[in-house]
């Protein structure tokens, strides 16, 4: 159920590296939990965050969360097709990332969940 190739935070957030650079999405478990979602607000291009910062908020008919970075980076991109399409994020949850960042700790990806311990923790 949860993609192999991607690490995944407690806080239901999942990181697949490409290219040298991180993508940054939400889980299928984090995605049922918010329901329809209806906006992803995303940071500036340029932005540097530390493992565990806000990157943006997610908006849902029942609720707003917070959104936070897995790893440590320079923001190098963001989704601009969630702006009119939020929807994403419930279709298509681990193929749809909202940020990329240029990893500025590489090694932190390994203090990630794997697949398995993920799926152990939403149970």
Do not use: C
Not at 99 to 105: A, D, E, G, H, N
């Amino acid at each position: 159920m949860y993609p192999t190739e991607l690490k995944y935070t407690k806080d239901h957030e999942w990181v697949r590296m490409e290219g040298g650079e991180a993508l940054v999405g939400i889980t299928d478990f984090a995605q049922k939990q918010l329901g329809d979602v209806v906006f992803v607000e995303l940071p500036d291009i340029g932005r540097h965050l530390q493992q565990g910062d806000t990157f943006g908020t997610i908006e849902s008919v029942k609720a707003v969360s917070e959104l936070f970075s897995p790893v440590s980076g320079e923001v190098v991109a963001v989704n601009a097709t969630l702006g009119s399409h939020p929807e994403l994020v419930n279709r298509q949850p681990h193929d749809t990332w909202m940020i990329r960042l240029k990893p500025s700790v590489p090694a932190e990806t390994g203090g990630l969940l794997d697949s398995a311990a993920y799926a152990a923790l939403v149970g």
